[in-house]
């Protein structure tokens, strides 16, 4: 933009001028109350009451997904609530980033602290992959094949936060 | 079932601000220049389809918002989106609505305004939002975990990477609409910001404003408004599971929804060697690390060979097979734009109309879209 | 042109809240039922075409999270149409005729009560002349409705009419939400909500799912012996801003019918279509569309519903479901009328069965005081 800039707020719309051109700014924010469902309402409820991390088995190609979830993504066959299973709370690296620039998080709507390492974890077992936080946001320190354990916050309310971070489990090397 | 071409395109100027318009005339800008193009008025659109997401402006129902700038005011008009795919997504619904028979001539637009939102923020809200949307850090998060996998997959450099931005970049200098203009070299990309392991600032495509738009028409009318028609010869979705942890993202070797839909479309084309039949490629890239995962996906090459391509320059301008002449999304991404923005591309190179970036005798094109949790829409164009 | 027929439909009930389910449980029981109604199941389906709204579903590609229970996952297309259910379905038949596919799942979800819906359609109006005086889709109903009756002298009573058949009317329907037995000043003499509209004139904001699958001609026939044929279809779009348009009027309704009749050869539609589901969000709304539809002249739809023609026992019957004012699932509710329609043209709908239906009308809206509109007609003969 050229030309100086005036800027005027007046309640929560802002405007901003410059020599001919105007930008207004609005902050919209939207409440929203989402249901967790059957499958999901399982998974947080174990996870708070007893640190278990559920999943899934499909009674047809015995493949287990974490979350659990009411169909089998790979062959489409109902699942019940009978299928969820515990799974293990150790896995594997699969991919890995250290986010490293500063965005507002649209579940806060505050800027997330960073640098921070977060990827794709093979629960051992699971035939898919959980995303989520790694403990370690030194990127030369993580590697794909990298074996890591769930780290439960010690007050839990019932959302994947519950899982504070995946640490790494030193002396395990590579899988 | 009838042919089915395109006949008009318009682009607007690819900006991060285009503060000199509001949306609406924005998407006007596009709609005039298809128009135009086509040597067509609005009385001769039967239908429109139009294409945005409608968080990175804010507004509801935008379909309706933008009616001044369509000329879609007492028309049929239908919003489709799919995300990232949504420019793709709009040109494969032209094709499928012409090919019904209930319209000859269907107008479509995609468009994003994204310098008027927090575009990471709104992107994030995409992931699931008890499940990944509290570790989701925009597009950039889930590819660069991507390019992790794939370097440990095929042993891939951040040289590799680069050499990719550098190509995009290089071409976008020949594309007056591009984005991004910008003249550099491999080390300026590899010492460029660190944003998300391995992905640096530029390997990233950027976000910008913009519209694109065009006219498809059935094979009379078509050959009735030009005799320089884009024919489509075959389209192909994929989409993936619903979550991130489950598929489309999980095996960094190549991206299995478009693996699957280009297998399909070169089927439907009658295409049996992509590598030796296609003339030139509009490929839907948001970074340089996604580019070397998506072009082993396209039946092109062997698994890990696509930094062999880029280096050995197969995919540039003067190689066999010229891999987005336009500078790609590296260069220039409206969203909701971006993946007509390949097809409109595609269409210039068939009709012969790309100017400085024109690749010679174009006969068959290809473009893709991605988006979602790794979708993808592939759309084959002949002479 | 060859034709397109549904096969199968399945719906959720509607209701203020559905808490035990996610979007995609939600959707996938509705999913379920249409596939069983066909008696197919994924592995028959060519493709699928939603409806959602990254608005009302707090999340940018609301369609992600329904890929697994629509059946797409990488083995076939799904598209998002980002409006109302009956615009799916008119796409949906796009795809079909097209004959990329010989089938077609369309899938619409919403669940209304875990957003804000002042907020959500606050949004649909223009940010920067519009939203801060407040609109939002009560407040321009309201502004619409007090339009319509100045116009036309349309009574308090006769917008009351419509509230009191449809309440009774979803006493049938075991998937609506607000079964009542009204009587007329029940609803003059509910809460005022925005004048001239009352609680009683205003439709809830619910949860729930719904499913058609199309099949192309020669599919159909393979697939069921009750196939209900597309037999037109057609949208239209009005101008944006309210001052644009004259709100007593429904022109974009009229140009979608006109496009729907033609391609249906229907050319007296107040005689040649035995029911309608229309898209009631509020009562004077049905007298609106009634007129939109072509059931009456312009201005008359006050006078239609005096005549007792709409009602259950007249000749055309409007909204035997129970219509949107009995359960308004947004984006979903006007694939519920096709479904509805669908029903009643297969002679399924159990104690809402119009008798001796061969053509009914299915209505769909988008954007707010009826901008946007689709109508579907539908027939036991092609
Ligand atoms: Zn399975």
New interface residues.
Partial sequence: MVGAKVGVTSGRAKQEFNDELLRITMMVDIPYNFSAGTFGSIFFRELKDSRRIMGIKCNKCGEIFVPPRVLCPECLVELSIDDCIEVSSEGTVEGFTVVNFPFIDPNTGKVRNYPYGTGNIKLDGVSNLLWHFLKESDYSKIHNGMRVRAVFEDKRVGLPSDIRYFETIEGEGEK | ?GRVGIVGIGQTQFRS?R??V?SVELVNEAVRAALADAQLTIKDIDAIIIGN????E????S???T??GSG????????????GTTGS?IA??G???V????FDRVLVIGWEHLSES?T???????S???????????A???L??????Y??IHGTTEEDAARVAVQAHKNALNNPYAHLHLDITVDDVLNS???????KLLDMCPTSDGACAMVFAEDKSAREITDNVAWVKS??????????????L?H?DKL??LY?ATEEAYTRAGIKNPFKELDVIEMYEPSSWSALTWVDSLHICEPGEAPKLFEEGVLSMKGELPLNPSGGVISTNPIGATGAVRVAEAALQIRGMADRRQVPDVELAMATGF???GWSDVMILER | MKKVAIVGVGQTKQEASKPHQSFAEMLYEAVKAALNDANMWFDDIGNVVSASSDFWDGRTISNMAIQDVTGTTYKKTESKVASDGTYATVYGMMRTLSEYYDTTLVAAHCKGSEGNTRIITNAIFDPLYQRAIGLDAISGAALQARRYMTKYGITEEQMAKVSVKNHGNARNNPYAQLPMDLKIDDVLNSRMISDPLKLYDCSPISDGAAAVILASEDKAKEITDNPVWIRGAGYSIDAFYLTDRDLAECDSLRAAASMAYRMAGITDPGRQIDVAEVYDSFSYQELMWTEGLGFCKPGEGGKLIDSGRTQMDGDLPVNPSGGVISAHTVTTAGLVRVVEAALQVRGEADKRQVPDVNTAVAHGTSGYCGQGNCVIVLGREK
């Fill in positions: 079932m601000k503060e000199d509001n997401m409608e968080h990175f804010s507004i509801n129902y379909e309706m918002w009616i001044d879609g005011y007492m028309k049929p008009v239908m919003k489709i989106t799919t995300g997504t494969c619904a094709f499928y609505q090919s019904s028979g209930m927090d990471t923020g709104a992107i994030a809200s995409c699931d939002p008890i499940w990944e949307r509290s570790v989701m850090a925009g950039v998060g889930p660069a975990i991507v390019a992790s996998e370097m440990r910001a660190m944003l998300s392991y391995p992905m389209v192909a979705t994929r989409h993936d599971t619903a979550f991130f942890g489950d598929g489309g999980k960094g299995r929804s699957l988006g979602g949790s």
